[in-house]
C-alpha cells in the first residue's frame, strides 16, 4: 500500500467553547475515494476545512505527502452579477493554458458553455464548471464538499459518475462530502460517519452493517437522521443515561 | 487657457486613470461603504497633519490605512456587523476631522475644499505626487491583478489554491488608501466613492471581461473630468461636484445601452 497523500492525527476544534471535532484520525490516499456523511452541523464543513488548510486544529497533527496538491470544489460558489467573466475565464483564472481550460471543460461536458457569462449557467451547470476547475491543476487530491447541491436527481448521478471517473483517470484521492447516502455508497472506498466524533468508519458494506450507521441512518436508502445518542451542551456524545458511548470501530477514549 | 486649468485637467485625468480600476474592484466587492469609511477618514488625517505639522499627504494616507487595519480586528472579532462598524467608524472619523479642524483657530484651512475639492489650486508638486501616486498604483494592479480578481471571486478557493489571500488584501486596502488620499484634493473626501464606483458602473453596462471593464473605466473617469472641468468653466460651479455630477449623467445615459454580459 502507498503511504497516505494526507494524515489526520487526533484532531481537536472547538468554536467558543463548543466542541466541533473530537478525536479525528484519518488517512487519505492515492486512488481511494472517502464520503464524508453526517446530520447538519455534525462538524463536516469543519473537517473539510481543516484538511484545506484553511483552518488550523486546536490539537492534533495534520501531515501532507511533500507531493500533495488539492483541487477543491466549494459547495457553491456566488460570483457578483457586477464581475463580468465568462466561464473560460473563470477556468483560467486557476493559472492554466487554454488547452488545459478546454479539455478540463469537454470532461464534464460543458464545452459549449466556455463563452457563456458564469453568472448565467444553471446550478448544475455551475457545479460542473466547478469541478472542471478543482481538476484544472491535476491534483492528486480531490476535496468535493457536497458536489451535487442544486442539482436534480438525474443531475446528481451524472455528476458522481463524473466524478468516478475523473478520479480514476487522475488516480487521485477524493474527500467528499455528501447527504445522498444511497447514491454515493457504490462509488465509496472508505465511508465515514461523522457526529463530531467519527461515529463509524469503512467500507460501505462494512459501515451499511455497523450499529451505530444503522442507528443514524436507519435502514432506508433514505437520508434520515435518527439520533441513537444525546449529546451533552459541550456536543460530547452521551447514551441516553449519559453515559459516552462508542459505536463500533470507535478507537478513541 | 491659464495654467491652473491646465494643471487642474492634468491632475483630475491622473486621478481618473486609477480611479477606473480601483473602482471596479470597490463595486466587484461590494466596498462602497468601505471606500466612504476611509475616505472621510482621509479629512481626520488632513487635520492632525495640520494639527502636527507633518506632510499632509502622508497623514492623510496614514490615517485611512489605520482606519483599514482597525476594521479588520474589529470585523474578525464579530462585536457588530461589517455595515453597522462601517456606519460608526465612516461617521466617527468624519466628525473626529470637523472637530479637530475647528480647533485649529490659528491655521486658516478651508474646510469647503477638502470636503467638495478644489481642483484648480493643483500645484505642479501636486501633479508630481499624483502621478507617482497613480504610476504605483497602476504597477501593483498590474502586477497583483490574477491573484486580486481570484480573491474577489472566492477567496477560499484562491487560498487553496495557493494565493495568499492576506496579502493581497492588504495591498488592495493600501491601494484604496492611495488613491483616496490623490482624488481628496479632485472631488473631496465627500464624494471620493461617486468618482470611484460611477465610472466603474458605467462601464459594467459595456463589458464581457473584468479588463474591458477597468479599462473602459478610467476611460469613461477621464472624460468625465473633461466634461465636469468644462461645466465648471462655463458655469463657474466649484469643478469637484461638476465632475461627479457629469459621471451620474453618463451612467444614466448607460442605462439605455443594453447589458452586453
Not at chain 1, 151 to 161: C, H, P, T
Not at chain 2, 65 to 76: D, T
Not at chain 2, 92 to 120: E, Q, T, Y
Request: contains cysteine.
Amino acid at each position: 500500500m502507498t503511504s497516505p497523500l494526507m494524515t489526520l492525527d487526533r484532531i481537536d476544534k472547538s468554536f467558543s467553547g463548543q466542541h466541533v471535532l473530537q478525536n479525528i484520525s484519518l488517512n487519505l490516499t492515492q486512488g481511494e475515494i472517502t464520503t464524508l456523511i453526517g446530520p447538519n452541523g455534525a462538524g463536516k464543513s469543519t473537517l473539510v476545512r481543516i484538511v484545506l488548510g484553511l483552518l488550523a486544529p486546536d490539537s492534533g497533527s495534520v501531515t501532507a505527502s511533500k507531493s500533495l496538491k488539492i483541487g477543491y470544489m466549494p459547495q457553491k460558489l456566488h460570483i457578483d452579477p457586477t464581475l463580468p467573466i465568462s466561464t473560460y475565464r473563470f477556468l483560467q483564472l486557476a493559472n492554466a493554458s487554454y488547452q488545459v481550460c478546454h479539455s478540463a471543460l469537454a470532461s464534464v461536458g460543458i464545452a459549449h458553455l466556455a463563452k457563456t457569462p458564469i453568472q448565467k449557467l444553471s446550478g448544475g451547470e455551475m457545479q460542473r464548471v466547478l469541478l472542471a476547475r478543482a481538476i484544472l491543476r491535476k491534483p492528486n487530491l480531490l476535496v468535493l464538499d457536497e458536489p451535487v447541491q442544486g442539482v436534480d436527481i438525474n443531475g446528481q448521478n451524472a455528476l458522481y459518475k463524473m466524478i468516478g471517473s475523473l478520479s480514476k483517470s487522475l488516480n487521485c484521492a477524493v474527500l467528499m462530502v455528501s447527504h445522498d447516502l444511497h447514491l454515493v455508497m457504490s462509488a465509496t472506498d472508505q465511508v465515514i460517519c461523522l457526529n463530531h466524533h467519527i461515529c463509524c468508519q469503512g467500507r460501505p458494506e462494512q459501515v451499511t452493517k455497523d450499529p451505530a450507521y444503522l442507528d443514524i441512518f436507519g435502514q432506508t436508502a433514505l437520508y434520515a437522521h435518527h439520533h441513537d445518542h444525546q449529546h451533552s451542551v459541550h456536543g460530547e456524545v452521551l447514551d441516553r443515561n449519559g453515559v459516552h458511548r462508542h459505536g463500533e470501530g470507535c478507537d478513541h477514549d | 487657457m491659464t495654467d491652473f486649468i491646465l494643471y487642474g485637467l492634468l491632475a483630475g485625468l491622473g486621478v481618473a486613470l486609477v480611479a477606473g480600476p480601483l473602482g471596479c474592484f470597490v463595486v466587484w466587492r461590494r466596498m462602497a461603504y468601505f471606500g466612504d469609511t476611509l475616505a472621510h477618514s482621509a479629512l481626520l488625517g488632513v487635520a492632525l497633519g495640520v494639527l502636527l505639522e507633518v506632510n499632509l499627504s502622508i497623514t492623510a494616507t496614514a490615517i485611512p490605512l489605520a482606519m483599514a487595519l482597525g476594521l479588520v480586528i474589529l470585523e474578525q472579532r464579530g462585536v457588530l456587523s461589517v455595515d453597522t462598524l462601517l456606519g460608526i467608524l465612516s461617521h466617527s472619523a468624519l466628525a473626529a476631522g470637523l472637530v479637530v479642524i475647528s480647533l485649529l483657530s490659528d491655521v486658516r484651512v478651508d474646510l469647503m475644499s477638502l470636503l467638495f475639492g478644489d481642483l484648480l489650486s493643483v500645484t505642479s508638486q501636486d501633479l508630481w505626487i499624483i502621478y507617482g501616486v497613480a504610476g504605483v498604483v497602476l504597477i501593483l494592479l498590474g502586477a497583483l491583478w490574477r491573484p486580486l480578481i481570484n480573491i474577489t471571486v472566492d477567496s477560499e478557493l484562491a487560498a487553496v489554491e495557493g494565493t495568499n489571500v492576506r496579502l493581497i488584501r492588504a495591498v488592495l486596502m493600501l491601494i484604496t488608501a492611495l488613491v483616496i488620499a490623490i482624488a481628496m484634493k479632485i472631488v473631496g473626501v465627500l464624494l471620493i466613492t461617486a468618482l470611484l464606483i460611477i465610472p466603474a458602473a458605467t462601464a459594467r453596462r459595456i463589458s464581457i471581461t473584468p479588463e474591458q471593464m477597468a479599462a473602459k473605466a478610467s476611460v469613461i473617469a477621464m472624460l468625465t473630468v473633461v466634461l465636469g472641468l468644462a461645466l465648471s468653466w462655463t458655469t463657474d460651479a466649484p469643478a469637484g461636484p461638476s465632475v461627479v455630477l457629469c459621471s451620474a449623467l453618463l451612467f444614466t445615459m448607460s442605462l439605455m445601452v443594453r447589458q452586453r454580459a
